[in-house]
């Protein structure tokens, strides 16, 4: 799943499944539909366009595990403001006691 966010067992809490939601998301439409067609059988996946530096579509604290797979390179290269306004919301949304692995 192509994300600047999810996890192993990501589970957003919101959504009153017993074990959670496994969100992937991706800000190319490409990527968004590549993963909708390979996920397409899993019930508790959701797959979300949109950019990891604007993640207002969760509440704090949602998400027990955040995996950003291969997004700081491009995330770096675009400055340090979007470096830190995205890693302010992967703090946001993430549960404290949880971690981020990238």
Same mark, same amino acid.
């Given at each position: 799943?192509?994300?600047? /966010?999810?996890?192993?067992r990501?589970t957003?809490?919101?959504?009153?499944?017993?074990?959670? =939601?496994? =969100?992937?998301?991706?800000?190319s439409a490409?990527?968004? @539909?590549?993963?909708?067609? @390979?996920? @397409?059988?899993?019930?508790?996946?959701?797959?979300?366009?949109?950019?990891?530096?604007?993640?207002? /579509?969760?509440?704090?604290?949602?998400?027990?595990l =955040?995996?950003?797979?291969?997004?700081?390179?491009?995330?770096?290269?675009?400055?340090?403001?979007?470096?830190q306004?995205?890693?302010?919301?992967i /703090?946001?949304?993430?549960? /404290?006691?949880?971690r981020l692995?990238?």
């Amino acid at each position: 799943m192509p994300l600047p /966010a999810a996890r192993y067992r990501p589970t957003y809490r919101g959504s009153g499944a017993p074990f959670g =939601v496994a =969100v992937g998301l991706d800000i190319s439409a490409v990527m968004v @539909r590549h993963a909708e067609r @390979r996920c @397409r059988y899993f019930a508790h996946v959701k797959i979300v366009k949109g950019p990891a530096h604007d993640l207002d /579509a969760f509440p704090n604290s949602s998400f027990n595990l =955040v995996l950003a797979a291969d997004v700081f390179p491009y995330i770096c290269e675009a400055g340090p403001e979007l470096v830190q306004k995205t890693l302010s919301e992967i /703090a946001r949304v993430m549960d /404290a006691a949880e971690r981020l692995s990238y």
